[in-house]
């Protein structure tokens, strides 16, 4: 499969687009077509353990890597013990129609370890075969961060500079990242705020000259071997909700996804399912309170918000001012054309926004995207209910999903709701919405107890520069 740029340009192979999901001319890799599944090839893959299945569908998108190597990889990141579920994503009925889908059964306990460690894996893998290595920069509010961390230490070939801004992580985000003691994390507190963070990996991969030198790469949400990985769970979560039905009502058997969103890139996953064959009927966008994507598919209007007006809301992981994969979507919408994309992101840049509400009315009925948001008051109250009914903790992002697709339930259509993360992450406002604190287990408090490394640098483009160039691989 050959890969393009959504503002035009062919960039090559899944292999060369693992290293750099950003195009040199500024747009994203994009498969140049979507593979289409039928009906009797997603019967045929009911039996596959999830590492099989991931490994049927990651096999469309990374056609240049051997089946055989392929089947390992993916043997390794969902198959040796790395999630607590046996069956990886485990699926449960949370009552008012809705099925929780269980993808945060990873190490640092959030959806994003489902991508990440396949991609830790796939890495290892290309800089072998390529003679390679490779330094991670990254900022981090949370999450990111430590499921990189924790797809990435001890591996060969690869170390991690993450910066996290000093003192503004929860105490459980804190022990997921420094708790790690391998000699290729490097944990980096910065004397700032988020924001600063970014800004300083920003300057320092714009420095081109910098980053050739010292191998500096990312494995941000743009990275399409991310987004080929959340592929397979949504194939997979179809599959177990119809495992039930009689085999002759499966075909075409539609259930829908509540997606809890910031950089769009898991519900962009699900859309790729959709395209790809899978029997979706809604796509349910959950937005917090910065609802930018929320205003984008309820009007056209796309105004992304500059930092400073991004509110810090109880979904942190969702505190996004630009959803830098919508791109993605648009090109699709803007009918793959890579002179409309382009222009649309100029007008981005020039304006500040962009108007595509002539294309709204299609949102639904061809993409199947719906949207609503969920602020504070609505996430405790919805924590309660699920908690009260059904004996459920929702994290607070899961809260946002589940809030947002009661709106959407359709009798007869399962609702299948993204659980993003685990509430032990978030006891603060599991407290508040409960009145009691969620029970501590022994991993976790085994996780706060045990010894912390990081270093703390000061917000300086030019120190952090150095402790890079001595410490890089080479
Ligand atoms: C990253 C994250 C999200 C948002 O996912 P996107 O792919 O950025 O839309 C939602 N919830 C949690 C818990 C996350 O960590």
Known sequence: MQYISTRGDSLGQYCDVLLEGLAPNGGLAVPEQLPHIDAATLERWRSLSYAELATEVIGLFATDIPREDLARLCAAAYGGGTFAADEVVPLRDI???MTLVGLSEGPTLAFKDMAMQFLGEALEYVLAKSDRVLNVLGATSGDTGSAAEHALHGRDRISIFML??????????RAQMYSLHDDNVHNIAIDGVFDDCQNLVKQLASDLDFKRDHSIGAVNSINFGRISAQIAYYFWAWLRA?????AQDRTGFEVSFAVPSGNFGNILSGYYAKRMGLPVRKLVLASNENNVLDEFFRTGHYRPRSAERTLATSSPSMDVSRASNLERFVFDLLGRDPQRTAAAWQELDTR???????????LLPEFGFVSGTSTHEDRLATIRTFFENSGVTLDPHTADG???????????????????????????LIAEALGTPEEMDAAT?????APQRVTDLPDDEQVLRAYISERALH
């Open 242 to 246: 119809t495992d039930a039905l009689p």
């Open 352 to 362: 500040g926004e962009i108007d595509l509400s002539s294309e709204q009315h299609r």
């Open 164 to 173: 996290s801004p000093q003192g503004r992580m929860s105490a459980f985000q």
């Open 402 to 428: 589940a809030k947002v697709a009661r709106d959407h339930v359709e009798p007869g259509v399962p609702m299948l709701v993204l659980e993003t993360a685990k509430p032990q992450k978030f006891a603060d």
């Open 95 to 97: 009552g008012e129609g």
């Open 445 to 449: 408090r085994a996780l706060l107890d």
